[in-house]
Nanobody
Framework: QVQLVESGGGLVQAGGSLRLSCAASGTMFRINAMGWYRQAPGKQRELVASITSGGRTNYVEAMEGRFTISRDNAKNTLYLQMNSLKPEDTAVYYC??????????????????WGQGTQVTVSS
């Protein structure tokens, strides 16, 4: 089984910063792309940023320059540094990962996984 566990959410004032972490554990051969998504009350889940296994990043325009996504492949951990937070950033933030559970010789077992989410609340 594979688990993604997020941490680092909380309550912060506008203009403040938070750093989210997402640790992947379980039987894994390779973690491919990873990403952060968020879902505000009454809204659909949306992409925040993504990063390939080689470190190439992609950001939604509204977050570019304020948020930084990174990963530590040795620790199987994904990060999101969020600066200059705004009340409209308030949402549950979810970690997402595309994972091969086994090597190609054993069938690959490529699946998409989600974490349970961590609440980020930005007060004005």
């Amino acid at each position: 089984q594979v688990q993604l566990v997020e941490s680092g959410g909380g309550l912060v004032q506008a203009g403040g910063s938070l750093r989210l972490s997402c640790a992947a554990s379980g039987t894994m051969f390779r973690i491919n792309a990873m990403g952060w998504y968020r879902q505000a009350p009454g809204k659909q889940r949306e992409l925040v940023a993504s990063i390939t296994s080689g470190g190439r990043t992609n950001y939604v325009e509204a977050m570019e320059g304020r948020f930084t996504i990174s990963r530590d492949n040795a620790k199987n951990t994904l990060y999101l540094q969020m600066n200059s937070l705004k009340p409209e950033d308030t949402a549950v933030y979810y970690c997402n990962a595309d994972i091969n559970r086994w090597p190609p010789s054993l069938g690959g077992g490529r699946y998409e996984y989600w974490g349970q989410g961590t609440q980020v609340t930005v007060s004005s």
